[in-house]
């Protein structure tokens, strides 16, 4: 029953043990800014750890350095806000269904929270509203959130996760530590003043998964078509007319410029607000690229503080 | 008027090439490489696009009708479009039978009226000539025909015939003068013989004519007299011309002969008019000849000349289109 999460968990144990590591041992427990931190035990320092965390006089001693380790007694919430609607049905820039990515971010990181003993909640769609889960603890509670948004295969949602913020921002009154995971949404000054209360609200991380570039696939002699546009009660695949991107078009040199340079504007602008926000980012576009960069985004939210 | 005998090929070829169009179309589009993305119209809603896109169509337009057109043209081509022309050649519908007299009272003659005859043959051009001759009883030497070398041969052989007196060539006494038939020069039946012998009474509008040689000394019991002869011939339509030895002592026979003629509105010439043939040949074909159309000859003429001048013009636009659009 536990299929995502195993391979999740797989994926984590096959990657450099360091980086989980540090990023356990440290990571989330900076929500809570120092209290409640009882020192556990001593530890061999590896590359990666805060150089804060050693405990000089007891390195003095020792012919390595070494750092301490602390446990967090209360418990640490975490909020997974995932986009479930029919946009992440296509493509990610490495290819795979961003769906699939966004259950890997997700799983990435609760299980973290998970094996840290913190609870694990998922904020999404059910397909007309948004909704939040019971707070899971437990790694088949995990496993049963990633279901959740496995289950919006195919969906015809067209919500995003400001909608999920926006819920999230008059109902979640203690402070998370909020992983929004979403695609490349336009993020517009004019959810600014939303994205800026939720960030002082609570601690917001955003991973952002790259969409496929149309062009560069047509181009590859694949046709790209909208996903928006899948026709209603036919085969798969079958789409509107000019839906999709004709292979002759993706060699007009015109078109390629134009349409880099739009997207770019479009990312820089997105990345302006949201840092605007104070708002963390990191972008992913294939699975590979999923534990460096939450790996990231939780050092870079420690240096924040 | 354009034919063409290749219409099966060219139609089953364009309802081949319709057909694989359509499995083309029907048939599902290749698996491989349709990949869903999302907020496509980021791109192409850009302005640069949508020109691009609005190009790409016109120009698939373009290739399509070009091809179509191209496909039309070689097809026409296929078809082999072929212009049919029939020729009637023309021809002078007028037959003339020679018909000599070969009694003994004419034998002094015959090798002159032959001479006349074949210089006659020269002047002849399409009409039809046949020669029967005549004594006791009636003889066809050649039928109606318009092979002037082979009549010409017969007349000569005849003339040698006749100046040798039947050592040499053909003899044409003795067999128009049977023992079972009594009397000879039996003139009125030689000439409704002559007449007898004129083909497509009833087909064909032609003009018919006789050119009797004769001095119409009879010597029996004929079955048609003179007259009888040539009410006959006027009932057949045919003109007798009448061409007789110049005689002073007994003009009666002559001056039946010259009625006769004339009753078939024909003519009478004397042989000691020298111009006498000629006068003849120029009344036959005075006469007005029913013209009417020969055999047909259908020829047919290729033209292939616009069918590959569009399909070579066709495939050329198609190759530029091709490179303007880089396909």
Same mark, same amino acid.
């Given at each position: 029953m536990a299929a995502l999460l195993t391979r999740i968990r797989t994926r984590l144990t096959l990657h450099t043990h360091r980086r989980v590591a540090s990023l356990l041992d440290g @990571?989330?427990?900076?929500v809570f800014h120092g209290q409640s931190l009882d020192f556990d035990d001593l530890r061999e320092y590896v590359d990666g750890?805060?150089?804060?965390?050693?405990d000089w006089k007891a390195s003095a001693r020792h012919s390595v350095p070494l750092v301490k380790r602390y446990t967090d007694h209360r418990r640490l919430r975490l909020a997974l806000v995932v986009a479930t609607g029919r946009s992440m049905d296509a493509a990610a820039t490495g290819g795979e269904s961003k769906r699939d990515l966004a259950i890997l971010l997700a799983g990435m990181a609760g299980w973290f929270a998970v094996r840290g003993g913190d609870e694990v909640c998922l904020i999404a769609s059910d397909g007309h509203r948004t909704r939040m889960t019971r707070p899971e603890s437990s790694e088949a509670g995990l496993e049963h959130l990633l279901r959740r948004i496995l289950a919006h295969?195919?969906?015809q949602d067209s919500s995003t996760v400001i909608d999920h913020l926006d819920w999230m921002s008059?109902? /979640?009154?203690r402070r998370h530590l909020v992983i929004v995971i979403s695609d490349e949404i336009d993020v517009t000054d004019a959810h600014l003043r939303l994205l800026r209360k939720a960030s002082s609200h609570h601690e917001l991380l955003w991973l952002t998964i790259t969409e496929a570039d149309p062009l560069a696939l047509a181009a590859d002699g694949d046709v790209p078509f909208d996903v928006?546009?899948? /026709? +209603? @009660?036919? +085969? +798969?695949?079958?789409?509107?007319? @000019?839906a999709s991107v004709p292979r /002759? /078009?993706?060699?007009?040199a015109a078109v390629a410029r134009d349409y880099a340079a739009a997207e770019t504007a479009r990312r820089e602008n997105t990345a302006r607000v949201l840092r605007a926000a104070g708002i963390v980012t990191e972008r992913v576009g294939a699975s590979a690229q999923a534990l460096p960069a939450i790996h990231r985004a939780a050092e870079r939210h420690r240096r924040a503080r | 008027m354009v034919t063409t005998p290749m219409l099966w090929l060219a139609i089953a070829l364009a309802v081949l090439a319709l057909a694989a169009v359509l499995v083309a179309f029907l !048939?599902?589009?290749? *698996?491989?490489g349709r990949t869903p993305v999302a907020y496509l119209s980021r791109l192409t809603a850009l302005p640069a696009y949508v020109r691009a896109r609005r190009r790409l169509l016109l120009g698939s337009l373009a290739g399509l009708a070009v091809l179509a057109l191209t496909a039309v043209f070689a097809l026409a081509g296929v078809a082999r479009p072929t212009v049919q022309e029939t020729i009637s050649p023309k021809r002078h519908l007028r037959d003339v039978m020679l018909c000599l007299d070969v009694s003994g009272s004419m034998i002094t003659y015959d090798a002159e009226i032959l001479e006349s005859y074949i210089e006659m043959i020269d002047s002849f051009d399409g009409e039809r000539i046949g020669m029967s001759i005549f004594n006791a009883t009636g003889v066809t =030497?050649?039928? !109606?025909?318009?092979d002037y070398d082979m009549a010409k041969e017969f007349l000569e052989d005849a003339h040698a015939g006749f100046t040798s007196y039947g050592t040499?060539? !053909?003899?044409?006494?003795a067999p128009t003068q049977?023992? =079972? =038939?009594?009397? *000879?020069? !039996?003139i009125g039946d030689g000439l409704v013989n002559c007449v007898e012998s004129f083909d497509r009474l009833d087909e064909e509008e032609r003009s018919r004519s006789i050119i009797l040689a004769t001095d119409n000394e009879l010597a029996g019991e004929p079955l048609f007299t003179m007259p009888e002869a040539a009410d006959h011939a006027v009932e057949r339509g045919v003109r007798v011309y009448a061409l007789a030895p110049s005689r002073y002592y007994f003009p009666a026979p002559l001056e039946e002969l010259e009625a006769a003629a004339e009753t078939t509105e024909g003519e009478f010439h004397s042989? *000691?008019?020298?111009r006498a043939v000629d006068r003849i040949v120029t009344s036959v074909q005075a006469t007005e000849a029913a013209l009417t159309d020969g055999r047909l000859v259908t020829l047919f003429h290729d033209r292939p000349v616009l069918p590959l001048a569009g399909t070579g013009i066709g495939v050329l636009a198609l190759l530029v289109l091709v490179w303007r659009l880089r396909l």
């Amino acid at each position: 029953m536990a299929a995502l999460l195993t391979r999740i968990r797989t994926r984590l144990t096959l990657h450099t043990h360091r980086r989980v590591a540090s990023l356990l041992d440290g @990571g989330w427990a900076s929500v809570f800014h120092g209290q409640s931190l009882d020192f556990d035990d001593l530890r061999e320092y590896v590359d990666g750890d805060e150089i804060r965390d050693i405990d000089w006089k007891a390195s003095a001693r020792h012919s390595v350095p070494l750092v301490k380790r602390y446990t967090d007694h209360r418990r640490l919430r975490l909020a997974l806000v995932v986009a479930t609607g029919r946009s992440m049905d296509a493509a990610a820039t490495g290819g795979e269904s961003k769906r699939d990515l966004a259950i890997l971010l997700a799983g990435m990181a609760g299980w973290f929270a998970v094996r840290g003993g913190d609870e694990v909640c998922l904020i999404a769609s059910d397909g007309h509203r948004t909704r939040m889960t019971r707070p899971e603890s437990s790694e088949a509670g995990l496993e049963h959130l990633l279901r959740r948004i496995l289950a919006h295969r195919g969906t015809q949602d067209s919500s995003t996760v400001i909608d999920h913020l926006d819920w999230m921002s008059s109902r /979640l009154r203690r402070r998370h530590l909020v992983i929004v995971i979403s695609d490349e949404i336009d993020v517009t000054d004019a959810h600014l003043r939303l994205l800026r209360k939720a960030s002082s609200h609570h601690e917001l991380l955003w991973l952002t998964i790259t969409e496929a570039d149309p062009l560069a696939l047509a181009a590859d002699g694949d046709v790209p078509f909208d996903v928006a546009a899948t /026709l +209603a @009660g036919t +085969a +798969a695949g079958t789409v509107r007319a @000019g839906a999709s991107v004709p292979r /002759l /078009l993706a060699k007009d040199a015109a078109v390629a410029r134009d349409y880099a340079a739009a997207e770019t504007a479009r990312r820089e602008n997105t990345a302006r607000v949201l840092r605007a926000a104070g708002i963390v980012t990191e972008r992913v576009g294939a699975s590979a690229q999923a534990l460096p960069a939450i790996h990231r985004a939780a050092e870079r939210h420690r240096r924040a503080r | 008027m354009v034919t063409t005998p290749m219409l099966w090929l060219a139609i089953a070829l364009a309802v081949l090439a319709l057909a694989a169009v359509l499995v083309a179309f029907l !048939l599902p589009a290749r *698996s491989r490489g349709r990949t869903p993305v999302a907020y496509l119209s980021r791109l192409t809603a850009l302005p640069a696009y949508v020109r691009a896109r609005r190009r790409l169509l016109l120009g698939s337009l373009a290739g399509l009708a070009v091809l179509a057109l191209t496909a039309v043209f070689a097809l026409a081509g296929v078809a082999r479009p072929t212009v049919q022309e029939t020729i009637s050649p023309k021809r002078h519908l007028r037959d003339v039978m020679l018909c000599l007299d070969v009694s003994g009272s004419m034998i002094t003659y015959d090798a002159e009226i032959l001479e006349s005859y074949i210089e006659m043959i020269d002047s002849f051009d399409g009409e039809r000539i046949g020669m029967s001759i005549f004594n006791a009883t009636g003889v066809t =030497v050649f039928p !109606l025909t318009d092979d002037y070398d082979m009549a010409k041969e017969f007349l000569e052989d005849a003339h040698a015939g006749f100046t040798s007196y039947g050592t040499e060539g !053909l003899d044409f006494i003795a067999p128009t003068q049977p023992p =079972v =038939v009594t009397g *000879s020069s !039996l003139i009125g039946d030689g000439l409704v013989n002559c007449v007898e012998s004129f083909d497509r009474l009833d087909e064909e509008e032609r003009s018919r004519s006789i050119i009797l040689a004769t001095d119409n000394e009879l010597a029996g019991e004929p079955l048609f007299t003179m007259p009888e002869a040539a009410d006959h011939a006027v009932e057949r339509g045919v003109r007798v011309y009448a061409l007789a030895p110049s005689r002073y002592y007994f003009p009666a026979p002559l001056e039946e002969l010259e009625a006769a003629a004339e009753t078939t509105e024909g003519e009478f010439h004397s042989m *000691s008019d020298a111009r006498a043939v000629d006068r003849i040949v120029t009344s036959v074909q005075a006469t007005e000849a029913a013209l009417t159309d020969g055999r047909l000859v259908t020829l047919f003429h290729d033209r292939p000349v616009l069918p590959l001048a569009g399909t070579g013009i066709g495939v050329l636009a198609l190759l530029v289109l091709v490179w303007r659009l880089r396909l």
